[in-house]
């Protein structure tokens, strides 16, 4: 399974610290924050990673990580994103590396307490379509949300006002290898971004959609308010127990 980390964009919700550096090397911690995903990746045996970058300071990544020989690493791989075309746009960009694989992607800003190990393992026995990685949260409406029936996903509805579980979609997918059929299927959507709901929405259509839920805290680190807390509990508790 290949694994790929998306850590592009502009990162205007933390400007003015991002004026400066890329959203995703700015500090959690004792860590850089691409740290976080990246070790997640290679704690669930993923050692083919690359990751998708972009913006005025790409070359910055290349500088901290190398070829990720300070992770075990033989080879780390590096794309570059130009502007913010979304989530699917972005992991498009992948496509050159996974050919026939599987991939777990993960976004750069997106720190877990535990691992993924389970998750991965038990993806690479489905024999074909996705799996998300779910969490229970008390403010759903800030992000995807799927809705059941019967325990199984029905839909998954993008920052609803009256969300239809109190679960959120994390920012970890696992995908076949026809992801990359289905996005180039997927049209803009009102803020001109090919969005990553919509090519999990063409899975759950076919059918081919599963879940798991997420053990221990999940953060995003994308706002001063989600990075402070990510600082918080990663001083307190630690992550990916790495």
Not at 119 to 131: L, N, S
Not at 175 to 196: N, Q
Request: hydrophobic residues 40%; glycine residues 10%.
């Amino acid at each position: 399974m290949k694994g790929v980390i998306l850590a592009g964009g502009l990162g205007t919700r933390l400007s003015p610290l991002t004026k400066v550096t890329n959203k995703h090397l700015l500090p959690v911690y004792n860590k850089p924050m691409i740290y976080y995903p990246l070790e997640a990746l290679i704690k669930a045996g993923i050692e083919d990673i690359l990751i998708v970058t972009g913006g005025n300071n790409a070359g910055d990544f290349l500088k901290l990580l190398g070829n990720g020989n300070d992770f075990g690493l033989k080879h780390l791989n590096y794309t570059y994103q130009e502007g913010e075309g979304g989530i699917a746009a972005a992991l498009s960009l992948a496509e050159f590396l996974c050919n026939d694989d599987k991939v777990c992607v993960i976004l750069g800003d997106n720190i877990i307490e535990k691992n993924i190990i389970k998750a991965v393992r038990d993806f690479e026995k489905q024999p074909c379509g996705a799996k998300i990685i779910l969490k229970e949260v008390p403010d759903p409406e800030r992000f995807g949300v799927p809705v059941f029936k019967s325990k199984r996903i029905v839909k998954i509805e993008e920052k609803p006002k009256k969300p239809g579980s109190h679960y959120a979609v994390t920012g970890i997918y696992l995908y076949d290898k026809t992801v990359f059929e289905i996005i180039k299927t997927v049209k803009p959507s009102a803020r001109g971004e090919l969005e990553i709901t919509d090519v999990n929405n063409a899975y759950i259509e076919r059918g081919e959609m599963t879940w798991e839920g997420l053990e221990g805290w999940w953060t995003d680190a994308g706002t001063f308010e989600s990075l402070l807390s990510a600082n918080q509990l990663v001083a307190k508790t630690g992550a990916n127990n790495f």
